[in-house]
């Protein structure tokens, strides 16, 4: 490389800039038998042949663009690719050696009639990946290339017979349909672990034109009138108020900028005409995708004006007055939150906020609104377009933020252009999901597909004078695919080459075939990589140096770090002018003066490609220490840029980073990025054998349990405990045993208690009171599942004092809500209930969304559930039950807590049932289930099994729901979990008496229960009511009255019957099969009070259905066909929400033979 270039330079740096990784195609040739020939001769008489053989060797090779690397005695080393690549380096190698053994023919005949001798050529060809460059020391060097690549293709050459030409499969592969080629088979070759294919060059065949589509960039607008029209439409309707989603959808390339371009023009023109729309206008970029937020911090200071130098009192100022229309008492939160986002003041990131009292979840949260409230009042309630382009590079937070400010669409006039390419695992297709869902008539969908055939021929007339350009436009168009960016950018590579040059006489600006040029030598790249390096081979060595450093730093970058890493800073505003004016970079005004990013980001990965390991890690590793230096002080934003380019020079810096990004990712809710920060990390020290990193695996493990990956998040906090006992972390360890043990309370308690356990000892061996306590409620949930619902309490009530004593408001909360839980498990719904209401004001006041999600959950179950009918429910609306688990649903998903969105899903469906409405209750426990089972939530698949099996017994679909129960019973059983066993054993039960099968209903129970169980624990009382009915169904009434009666003096305080309305039935009917017929109708009445109470239709039906079997003599009781026909009628109302025909008429069927028998 130049000398400037080298100076100032680590060893790295000087020799990965003299050197490069090239994809190139080799060409070895030799005179075979040169030995026995040049024994023969003299040696003026040899020397005089191999004078005219090099000559026929080195003219083909020069005149396909060859490179001859070195001449041996008898043979020729030649590259296609490098220094200078080409579209078709593999086929010039090839066209070049057939014409090498054409030119030798005269020679070859020559010496035969001249000595008696044969002389021939035989000739090697592969293509591959090398490094080429000055090899050797400073007295002696010669630019030649290393790799596997080239030698095989010596290997080829050594096989190949006189006069033939042996080439690899990468080569045949990319030559194959302008070549007959011969299969020699597999070929074991000398220096090779394994045989290669190998195939013979016969001849040249008569197809031209390309082998694959190409890539490419930016065209004019041209055959997009249609979606334009859609655009401008949309445009039209913010001065009616109307709001609206429009997304651009396609490919690199196809027309997706050029049309926000256009509607940009219209918007102009308004305004030109007085309008009053505001154009808020962002590109993401690459880089931006690193951190959460940081698409949005990009579009925050480009429209408030905040400059790289701004100080943290400048950029509050600028907040402090975008933010002025928003009221007083919410503006300077709403700035906090802003400047937490920005990485400046006294907010220096999100973790920071959160750390001085804001988690994670209420910085979402808070954010989304004030966001909204900014873009509302940007224009001062004005109509406002707000346009992303190359959206697709969004960070997953800001997507997520987008999507809530797609609200606005409903009412205010807000124009929505999103353009992204529609690429698999992007997090933009959840925006064309919820616009599908939402928004219907203000939602357009574009897909931009290829160009037809005119229109890519009206493409290329627009930019080449097609009077003198007909061969050139069927030559570009042949090549270019109907995408409207590569055929500019062919005509741009035309331009570059001197086959165009400016038409002066032409009515608009348009280029015209250059009078030297020679068409027939015209060869216009077929792939983008090849067209790129085509346009950058060609420029200067220290202005390519300079685009070479520039790629390392990524799709967009700054003059000034540039400068921090150059060797040369003085020259790069000169470079930087050059590569501006060849269109390979562009100034980005996004980042304010002095930023660039390539001009488009297959430039950049092409050009980053063609650095050495070596040179890209040296300079990695500047850049990262580059950012340090520059933006000291404001580092947090950074972490995760820091910590990649770190990462990339191999350098142990990189783990803290990348663990600081990690932790500022786990923060505001973004576990998918923690994922993969701390992946990196953990990669990167067992590469360089660092120590173990206990609180990586610690990070990784929490993020995967969010995001519902068990075994992932089980492997890591293993390796979390491994690592931390092998450092003598005890803190770590705890941390991590109890992580552990939660995981595991999703598959099987009893190993989860082991894990538990052992956390609590190691939390009082550190004689650490907050991670007893913490360890306290965990194993106090643990009790709760076991059956152990006293201890359950104990624990809680421990680890609440605890809490209380140090002011720990979130330990307060956690404490709170699994004592609840507890005394819900314990059967004590009202006591549940108002623990829950303490916990959920806790969790809202710390804006602690995971937990206020879970007992907002747990309320809405506390109301009541079919898994908890001998205990009465706690008081309340009902529709304000549903309303805590629908609220407690979108929390769940808002933070993409999976097992969180199971438990709403569970409870939602709980109480759908209970109210008889089953099309809901089957939809909400199917996709309970459903997702339990993606993220393998055994416990929560059980629930939704249950939920399922109850609803399919509601239904007297006694067969389907017996099969989702024994399904619950056999994954309960594995889970070790006594609750879930004995719950699902009683849904076993209940289905067995359904069919009539009483016996073993009496064994399946007897399974469960023993006689002297006692009611301390929800799913034992459960259980004694299916003794109940077990009784009742062997004709012993009186047996059901005193194990109902039982149940009923179990409540504490005392509650009357109606409170129980399954129990007050049971114990009716018990009544009038003994004939106590004014008892049986007093009980009935408490079963109707309580259902009519509760809003419970099913239970109601059951009680009317059994009242209207009850002294059908005796007119004064009322007559018995006013109570079934009032049971038909709830009946019919319930089977009417039913979709499924089937299942329909099936329940109506059952139910209308259950009320003829009196129930």
């Known amino acids: 490389m130049n000398q400037m270039v080298r100076e100032g330079m680590t060893p790295a740096l000087r020799d990965g800039g003299a050197r490069e990784r090239r994809v190139v195609t080799i060409l070895f040739c030799d005179v075979a038998g040169s030995t026995s020939i040049a024994e023969q001769l003299d040696p003026e008489e040899w020397a005089e042949i191999m004078h005219m053989a090099f000559d026929a060797l ?432 062919i005509v741009r590579s035309l331009i570059d080459q001197g086959y165009l040059e400016p038409c002066t006489d032409c009515p608009e600006q348009q280029w015209r075939v250059a009078p030297h040029a020679d068409l027939s030598q015209v060869t216009i790249p077929s792939t983008l990589h090849a067209l790129i390096l085509e346009r950058v081979d060609r420029l200067a060595p220290e202005v390519r140096q300079h685009l070479q450093l520039a790629s390392v730093i990524g799709r967009s970058f700054s003059r000034d770090l540039l400068e921090a890493i150059s060797p040369a800073p003085d020259s790069i505003a000169d470079h930087l002018a050059v590569l501006t004016k060849l269109d390979l970079v562009t100034p980005d005004a996004e980042f304010g003066a002095g930023a660039y990013s390539f001009r488009h980001p297959l430039i950049q990965e092409v050009v980053y490609s063609t650095l050495i390991r070596r040179f890209r890690s040296e300079v990695h590793r500047r850049i990262g220490g580059a950012i340090e230096r520059l933006y000291d002080g404001r580092l947090d934003e950074r972490a995760g840029e820091i910590g990649w380019h770190y990462s990339q020079a191999g350098d142990e810096r990189a783990v803290g980073w990348l663990l600081k990004a990690a932790e500022r990712a786990g923060s505001v809710g973004e576990p998918h990025a923690a994922i993969n920060y701390t992946t990196t990390a953990i990669e990167l020290s067992q590469r360089l054998e660092l120590q173990p990193l206990p609180r990586a695996y610690q990070l990784r493990a929490e993020a995967a349990e969010l995001v519902g990956d068990f075994p992932a998040a089980s492997r890591d906090f293993t390796d979390a405990i491994t690592a931390a006992r092998a450092i003598g972390d005890g803190e770590a360890e705890w941390r991590a045993l109890l992580g552990l043990g939660i995981a595991w309370t999703s598959r099987d308690y009893r190993v989860a208690g082991d894990y538990l356990h052992q956390a609590l000892e190691r939390a009082q061996l550190l004689r650490h009171p907050l991670a007893v306590a913490h360890s306290l409620n965990r194993i106090g949930n643990w009790h709760s599942n076991i059956g152990q619902p006293e201890a359950a309490v104990r624990a809680h009530e421990e680890a609440l004092a605890v809490f209380e004593a140090a002011r720990a408001q979130s330990g307060r909360a956690e404490s709170l809500d699994l004592l609840a839980l507890a005394r819900f498990m314990a059967g004590d719904l009202r006591g549940s209930d108002a623990l829950y209401e303490h916990a959920i004001a806790e969790f809202r006041s710390i804006d602690e969304r995971r937990g206020l999600a879970s007992s907002l959950a747990m309320r809405t179950a506390a109301g009541g559930s079919p898994l908890a009918i001998t205990v009465p429910p706690a008081d309340g609306d009902p529709d304000q039950r549903t309303r805590y688990a629908l609220e407690s649903l979108d929390l769940s998903r808002e933070m993409g807590w999976q097992a969180g969105e199971v438990y709403a899903l569970v409870t939602l469906a709980g109480r759908s049932m209970l109210q008889g409405h089953y099309q809901s209750a089957l939809a909400y426990a199917t996709a309970g289930y459903d997702r339990a089972v993606e993220i393998g939530h055994r416990q929560w698949s059980i629930a939704a099994l249950c939920l399922l099996g109850a609803t399919m017994m509601d239904l007297l679909q006694f067969e389907e729901a017996y099969e989702h129960f024994c399904v619950a019973q056999e994954k309960a059983n594995r889970t070790g979990s006594e609750f879930w066993r004995r719950t699902s054993t009683a849904g076993v039960t209940d289905t067995l008496l359904g069919q009539g099968r009483i016996d073993e209903a009496r064994r399946e129970l007897n399974d469960a229960l023993r006689d002297n169980d006692r009611l301390d624990a929800l799913a034992r009382r459960e259980c004694w009511l299916r003794r109940a009915r077990i009784a009742l169904a062997e004709g012993d009434p009186a047996r059901c009255v005193a194990i109902v009666d039982m149940l009923h003096r179990a409540i504490q305080p005392e509650v009357s019957l109606d409170a129980v309305p399954h129990l007050a039935l049971l114990r009716a009917q018990a009544l009038a099969a003994q004939g106590l017929q004014a008892e049986a109708l007093a009980a009935l009445d408490q079963t109707a009070a309580g259902a009519r109470c509760y809003g419970w239709r099913p239970v109601l039906w059951r009680a009317l259905a059994v009242r209207s079997a009850i002294a059908p003599d005796r007119p004064e009781l009322g007559a018995p066909d006013r109570w079934a026909a009032a049971a038909s009628e709830i009946v019919a109302d319930l089977a009417s929400e039913i979709a499924d025909p089937g299942l329909r008429s099936s329940f109506t069927a059952s139910a209308a033979a259950v009320i003829a028998r009196g129930g």
């Open 58 to 489: 080195m003219r083909p090779i020069e005149r396909y663009g060859g490179t001859i690397a070195r001449l041996m005695g008898d043979a020729v080393l030649a590259f296609f690719g490098a220094p200078r690549a080409h579209e078709d380096d593999p086929r010039r190698a090839i066209l070049a050696a057939l014409d090498i053994v054409a030119e030798v023919a005269p020679l070859r005949d020559l010496v035969r009639q001249t000595y008696g001798l044969e002389f021939n050529v035989r000739i090697g060809i592969n293509t591959g990946d090398v490094v080429v460059g000055e090899f050797g020391s400073a007295a002696m060097n010669e630019y030649t290339a290393m790799g596997d690549a080239i030698n095989l293709a010596a290997r080829l050459q050594q096989e190949a017979e006189p006069g033939s030409i042996l080439v690899g499969e990468t080569t045949y592969r990319a030559t194959a349909p302008f070549f007959r080629f011969e299969s020699v088979g597999q070929l074991a070759l000398r220096g090779k672990a394994r045989a290669e294919n190998a195939y013979r060059v016969l001849q040249p065949t008569d197809v031209s034109g390309r082998l694959w589509d190409i890539a490419g960039l930016d065209a004019p607008l041209i055959g997009r009138t249609a979606e334009l029209d859609l655009l401008c439409r949309a445009y039209e309707g913010l001065s009616t108020g109307k709001g609206h989603v429009a997304c651009l959808i396609g490919d690199a390339g196809m027309g997706k900028s050029r049309l926000i371009a256009h509607l940009r023009g219209v918007w102009e023109a308004d305004r030109g005409r007085g309008g009053d729309v505001a154009w808020l206008e962002h590109r993401v970029v690459s880089f931006a995708g690193l951190e959460p937020y940081g698409a949005l911090r990009q579009r925050l200071r480009r429209v408030f004006g905040i400059a790289r130098h701004d100080t943290a009192e400048s950029v509050h100022a600028k907040v402090m007055r975008a933010t002025q229309h928003f009221p007083p008492a919410t503006r300077e939160r709403a700035t906090r939150i802003i400047t937490a986002v920005l990485g400046v003041g006294d907010e220096a990131s999100p973790a920071q906020a959160i750390s001085e009292g804001i988690s994670a979840d209420a910085f979402r949260r808070e954010l989304a609104l004030v966001m909204k409230e900014l873009l509302r009042g940007w224009n001062r309630g004005k109509p406002v377009v707000f346009v992303s382009d190359d959206h697709h590079l969004i960070d997953l937070a800001s997507e997520e933020l987008v999507v809530d400010l797609l609200q606005l669409v409903e009412d205010a006039p807000v124009l929505f252009v999103l353009a992204f390419r529609p690429e698999l695992g992007s997090p933009v297709w959840k925006i064309i999901e919820t616009c599908r869902e939402r928004y219907h008539s203000g939602f357009s969908e574009i897909w931009l597909a290829p160009l037809a055939a005119d229109e890519r021929m009206a493409l290329f007339d627009s930019l080449v004078r097609s009077d003198d350009g007909q061969r050139l436009r069927e030559l570009v168009l042949e090549k270019a695919g109907g995408n409207p960016l590569f055929i500019e950018e």
